[in-house]
């Protein structure tokens, strides 16, 4: 068979491009040939998973990470102009960070610094990848450090997301995981809506404004940022819907397969764009909420270690 590996991270222990060679090594060790294409879906991954594909050179730059400490941190720029920004690199929730990790204090500033540095390298189109952030600031560190910097020279942003959260409910959605409590995440909110009527265009009305605790809004009514699907920005750049019109099986991946995984989330933009081409899921765990969503798949595998993705490639059946 022909089959296409296009796996995200399972995040925190193996890397895309991790889990689509364990999965292609079993795969061609049972006469298959193996297509590999790591994906993200915004969040972690998205940088390594467009390196490639967009022809990026990793710049290290100067930054803080959300309580203004300083730190370095990893962007991409490609010879088109086009630059990828983690926004996780230096303002994510787990950037290292001796200090109290405070949710109302932690900002974007050091993305800010980023994208700021990536136009002064010639930068025309900022890319940002908006996901795993530590922050509920509604932009607004990144806006002053852009500032700062003397702006973006006119290059224009796209924030991508996975997720369609407006601007004022980043804190009731998000704010928990990132350590508020009910009283800060009211808090937290009461800013939001304060911030929104700061900004040049009003961002609460906005699908998907809500990311990254308001920065992709701030950024929307700040710079006028596109804001567009990870996924499927990812899956455009790297030349998934020509790769699957040649493939007889799919295999996608994550770390955790589970209700959640139906919105928004690289597994179910793969399976929009498959056209009958089946698809198997090989993943480190299952939820109890997956449902129905299970048969969408030929099958599900369990794989939580290199050793079982190579078994899970070897036994790959249509």
């Given at each position: 068979?022909?089959i296409?590996?296009?796996?995200?991270?399972?995040?925190?222990?193996?890397g895309?491009?991790d889990v689509?060679?364990a999965v292609?090594?079993?795969a061609e060790?049972a006469g298959?040939?193996?297509?590999?294409?790591p994906v993200a879906?915004?969040?972690?991954?998205?940088?390594d998973?467009?390196?490639?594909?967009?022809?990026l050179?990793?710049?290290?730059?100067?930054?803080?990470n959300?309580?203004?400490v300083?730190c370095?941190?990893v962007f991409?720029?490609?010879?088109?102009?086009?630059a990828?920004?983690?926004?996780?690199?230096?303002?994510?929730?787990?950037?290292?960070?001796d200090?109290?990790r405070?949710?109302?204090?932690?900002d974007?500033?050091g993305?800010?610094m980023l994208?700021?540095?990536?136009?002064?390298r010639?930068?025309?189109?900022?890319?940002?990848?908006?996901?795993?952030?530590?922050?509920t600031?509604?932009?607004?560190?990144?806006?002053?450090?852009?500032?700062?910097?003397g702006g973006?020279?006119?290059?224009?942003?796209?924030?991508?997301?996975?997720v369609t959260?407006r601007?004022?409910?980043?804190?009731?959605?998000?704010?928990?995981?990132?350590?508020a409590d009910?009283?800060?995440v009211?808090?937290?909110?009461?800013?939001?809506?304060?911030?929104?009527?700061?900004?040049p265009?009003?961002p609460?009305?906005?699908?998907?404004?809500?990311?990254a605790g308001g920065?992709s809004?701030g950024m929307?009514a700040?710079f006028?940022a596109?804001l567009?699907?990870?996924a499927d920005?990812?899956?455009?750049?790297?030349g998934?819907?020509?790769?699957?019109r040649?493939?007889?099986?799919?295999v996608?991946g994550?770390?955790r397969?589970?209700?959640?995984?139906?919105?928004?989330?690289?597994?179910?933009?793969i399976?929009?764009?498959?056209?009958?081409?089946p698809?198997v899921?090989?993943?480190g765990?299952?939820g109890d909420?997956?449902?129905?969503?299970?048969?969408r798949f030929?099958?599900?595998?369990?794989?939580?270690?290199?050793?079982a993705?190579?078994?899970?490639?070897?036994?790959?059946r249509?």
């Amino acid at each position: 068979m022909r089959i296409l590996i296009a796996p995200d991270s399972f995040k925190g222990t193996y890397g895309a491009a991790d889990v689509a060679e364990a999965v292609a090594t079993g795969a061609e060790s049972a006469g298959h040939r193996a297509v590999r294409m790591p994906v993200a879906d915004g969040g972690e991954g998205t940088l390594d998973a467009l390196l490639g594909p967009l022809g990026l050179e990793r710049v290290e730059a100067d930054a803080v990470n959300p309580w203004r400490v300083p730190c370095r941190a990893v962007f991409g720029i490609g010879p088109d102009g086009t630059a990828v920004v983690e926004l996780a690199a230096a303002s994510g929730i787990t950037t290292p960070h001796d200090g109290p990790r405070d949710a109302v204090t932690a900002d974007t500033y050091g993305t800010g610094m980023l994208m700021a540095t990536a136009a002064q390298r010639g930068a025309r189109h900022i890319v940002v990848a908006a996901g795993g952030s530590a922050t509920t600031d509604g932009g607004l560190g990144a806006i002053a450090a852009i500032d700062d910097a003397g702006g973006l020279g006119g290059a224009r942003v796209t924030v991508l997301t996975d997720v369609t959260t407006r601007y004022t409910d980043a804190a009731r959605v998000f704010g928990p995981q990132k350590g508020a409590d009910p009283a800060t995440v009211e808090a937290l909110t009461r800013r939001l809506e304060d911030t929104a009527l700061s900004l040049p265009r009003d961002p609460r009305e906005v699908a998907g404004t809500g990311a990254a605790g308001g920065f992709s809004g701030g950024m929307w009514a700040r710079f006028g940022a596109e804001l567009r699907s990870g996924a499927d920005f990812v899956l455009d750049s790297v030349g998934f819907d020509a790769a699957v019109r040649d493939a007889d099986l799919v295999v996608v991946g994550e770390g955790r397969l589970d209700g959640q995984s139906r919105a928004g989330k690289i597994v179910s933009a793969i399976l929009a764009r498959c056209d009958g081409v089946p698809v198997v899921a090989v993943v480190g765990s299952v939820g109890d909420d997956l449902g129905d969503y299970r048969t969408r798949f030929t099958d599900v595998v369990v794989a939580s270690d290199t050793d079982a993705m190579v078994r899970a490639g070897a036994g790959l059946r249509l």
